[in-house]
């Protein structure tokens, strides 16, 4: 039987209060200690930002310069092509690795997110994921946008994810990067007994019309005439699609990626999904069950709430 959604709110936040002065310490204000409001964290929206590549050696050339391209022989042939035209080429070829630069200057603008207070120096990056879904120009005009994507307490640190997405001039997406960074000595904004975790997902405009091929051919999820009998404004999302999209952010959040330290999953469904809502994953730690709640971001509402066994920890949890 599946666990009612977790009791309380998941976070605690706190503000900055200003200490008495006493003469026997050093003057240290309290505002300057780190601070975590994770629903100002959230809820942040990053402003879009348009970056421009103008095929010439301060941009793609130079990057693949700045990575080593042609370091040993200035004449390699097989990498004089991403810093020189070479054999009728109309324009110099692009290393995907320069989809990296379009998610530059984000964490910069972590000093300036509401809700975070953390000491600059102790900011490490720990991770980089960089999806490119067509070749990236030499030339053009690129958007991005940008959104806090993951947040989690790790009791001594934070772990902070934001996600870029960047869109060439005709709209068509380009690719996307996902960024963790680790802010040492911010984390414990939650109970410490129930450990907070946040991790967001985009499910796709046709994930229902792809998940019914696993096996679940029921019409409510792919006909509108169907839908709406139902009293749906079109199909609706597979409750148990929803549950594969909680689980596979407990396994990349709690497991760290190990999938068999799950060892018993129970979710409640508790309202439809739309395909191409915004899913947002909550997991608290309560020894060794992970307790999570999935919420629609575009309506606020909670739509699953369950628990999950492990089999063990990792010695980080």
Known sequence: MARPAPPGPPVTSYS?????ISPDRNETS???APVIDPELIVSHQFPEVNKTITGNLEDA???ALGIGACARDALDKDELKYVYHQDGQQSIQVLPTLAALMALGYTSELAHLPGLQ????????????IEIYKPFPSSGCIQTKACISGLHDKVKATILEIEVTSYEESGELLCMNRMTVYLRGTGGFSKSSHPYSYRICWSKKDMALLYRLSGDY???HSDPMIAEIAGFS?????GLCTLGFA???IIRCVCRGDPNMIKTISGRFLLHVYPGETLITEMWLEGSRVIFQ???KERNRAVLSGFTDLNRLTSSL
């Open 16 to 20: 900055p209060s200003t200490p008495s």
């Open 30 to 32: 309290m505002a300057d």
């Open 61 to 63: 050339a130079l990057y």
């Open 118 to 129: 953390f000491d600059q120096r102790l900011l490490l990056h720990g991770q980089q994921f």
């Open 218 to 220: 029921n019409p409510l």
């Open 234 to 238: 079109r199909p609706i999302l597979h």
């Open 247 to 249: 689980v596979r952010a």
């Open 294 to 296: 999935v919420k629609v």
